[in-house]
């Protein structure tokens, strides 16, 4: 199946089973007169000879939140903005130097909720494997690519307990060379693969 057509069907397709009992958990931690703060990321699928990568970056060292993190391109949305899609497309441009044009956006998935009152949209876009990033090293330590069918394997995934004010949370956990992803980046991962695999379109995508 050739990319245009893969993406076609992802697209047009149903977002899948979201975890609402997991929004309702993240719910109960926060103060209930605290409103969520919107965000959003991209997730970047580069184009290869019949599948695709993803592009993650990991979090400068020195910022004062979530630092050396693994995560997507994306930031909080601006009172600029005018929608979400377009925070995902500024703070792309912002952390890493790339024009991601709104007719390379295909879809998007559910939005995330996380335990530091974020809520946070996935926006899925394609890009061209000869892309030059230039990383604003203020906020980006460096950048790298996973393929996409090692990120969706379930063998590559593992499930682990920790406590957040008092409270059991169950967190996934995928390792990858010298990185460890998880968090909500590793919840996005879990949420493209449950739509993908509803959909049968794994065994296109491997």
């Not at 997991?22 to 926060?30: C, G, N, S």
């Not at 090293?137 to 950048?143: D, S």
């Amino acid at each position: 199946m050739c990319h245009q057509t893969l993406l076609r069907q992802f697209m047009l397709s149903p977002m899948g089973n979201y975890d609402t009992h997991h929004v309702h958990r993240v719910r109960d931690t926060l103060e209930s007169k605290t409103p969520l703060k919107k965000a959003a990321v991209l997730i970047l699928f580069v184009k290869q000879a019949s599948s695709f990568n993803l592009i993650l970056i990991q979090r400068a060292h020195h910022l004062k939140h979530h630092p050396g993190q693994i995560a997507f391109p994306g930031g909080r949305f601006e009172p600029e903005d005018d929608n979400l899609m377009v925070t995902a497309q500024r703070e792309t441009l912002e952390e890493i130097g790339l024009t991601i044009p709104q007719s390379e956006i295909f879809g998007h998935l559910p939005p995330l909720i996380t335990v530091s009152g974020y809520e946070v949209t996935p926006y899925l876009a394609t890009i061209s494997h000869d892309y030059e990033a230039i990383l604003d090293h203020n906020e980006v330590a460096n950048l790298f690519e996973i393929p996409l069918s090692y990120l969706l394997d379930p063998e590559n995934r593992q499930s682990h307990t920790i406590l957040h004010k008092k409270k059991p949370h169950t967190i996934e956990t995928i390792a990858y060379q010298d990185h460890t992803i998880w968090g909500a980046t590793a919840q996005m991962i879990t949420l493209l693969s449950r739509q993908l695999w509803s959909e049968n379109l794994m065994d296109q995508l491997s």
